[in-house]
């Protein structure tokens, strides 16, 4: 009798084993808070504890189910973090919220997701793109311009949407997005498409965007030369009805200085109209260890609409993974 007990016991553990071992669940995200003296083109200088100066902070969780034949079910959750108040935005999870599946034909997912151009910005540019030193998001991204001329090339977090991205093969990769706008006054759907190729030390990739009355592009760059690793952008977006085409290029560089430091610039112009926008960022990054790491970085940024203007914020800062 005890031997047919301990026989069932066994059989149940090994089934709960099984079951723990077909489906995954882990917390992550990144700390990050920065203090310095920030200014902006027309704006005015501000000491202040700022979050998310070289990475943005966030609380992550993502997830995964063996549904066997090489099907598996995935899942993501994230949500923003302002390290300086605490505060969150006000959609808990606008950073992301998605699931899907995932196999031999690749990955389909549905919900809030990452736009490509957000995505590709993050690629071909050496700072990480979630941050306020990624100069490519800062002129090619989800808000560029100054005051009255601020407008959004693409978002970065694309809502209601379905998202496509295909198995590698050989290096090459290619995604399809598309945005419903859920909407009776006219407002258009996203469409989005991608292609990279990596393969070694070499990347390369296009994006095309058609987003709220604006058609987009980009084609990037990157080669690692081991001594460092160069980055490279030309993007361009049309606004219907306007007679002029918004043009972005940026170029970048990361330098391992030591095996646990590095040095990353970047520099980008955008021209629209009489517009001019620069930025020029550059940062020292050293790791204590795998997960946390020290900063110091600046951004100078200058801006030409009507009359001209510039500003250069400075600012050191703790990061940390989890």
Do not use: C
Not at 65 to 92: H, P, R
Not at 295 to 318: F, I, M, N, R
């Amino acid at each position: 009798m005890f031997a047919k007990k301990s026989l069932v016991a066994v059989a149940a553990l090994l089934s709960v084993m099984g079951a723990q071992a077909q489906s995954s669940l882990n917390i992550y995200g990144n700390l990050d808070v920065a203090f310095g003296s920030f200014e902006s083109a027309f704006g005015d200088r501000v000491t202040r504890v700022e979050s998310g100066i070289e990475a943005g902070s966030f609380i992550g969780f993502k997830g995964q189910e063996d549904l066997g034949g090489g099907l598996k079910a995935i899942f993501k959750l994230e949500s923003v973090i302002g390290m300086d108040t605490g505060a969150t935005t006000t959609n808990m999870w606008t950073r992301t919220s998605e699931v899907g599946l995932t196999g031999g034909f690749g990955t389909v997912t549905a919900g809030n997701s990452l736009s490509l151009n957000f995505l590709a910005n993050a690629t071909y540019n050496p700072f990480p793109v979630t941050g306020a030193l990624n100069v490519s998001e800062n002129l090619f991204g989800h808000s560029v311009g100054v005051g009255s001329y601020r407008v959004a090339v693409d978002e970065a977090f694309r809502s209601n949407a379905v998202t496509y991205t295909s198995p590698n093969l050989g290096g090459f990769t290619v995604a399809a997005q598309y945005g419903a706008a859920e909407s009776t006054t006219g407002t258009d759907d996203t469409y989005a498409l991608q292609a990279n190729y990596a393969v070694g030390k070499l990347s390369v990739g296009g994006t095309y965007t058609d987003f709220d009355s604006k058609k987009a592009w980009q084609v990037g760059a990157s080669y690692d030369f081991g001594v460092a690793k160069a980055f490279g952008q030309y993007a361009q977006a049309k606004y219907d009805g306007a007679p002029v085409t918004y043009k972005v290029y940026q170029l970048g560089v990361a330098v391992p200085v030591t095996a646990n430091s590095a040095v990353l610039a970047s520099y980008g112009e955008g021209k629209y109209d009489s517009i001019r926008l620069r930025q020029f960022s550059a940062a020292y990054d050293y790791s204590l260890s795998k997960r946390t790491g020290v900063y110091a970085g600046a951004l100078y940024d200058h801006a030409k609409a009507g009359s001209s203007d510039s500003g250069t914020t400075y600012a050191v800062g703790l990061r940390h993974a989890f």
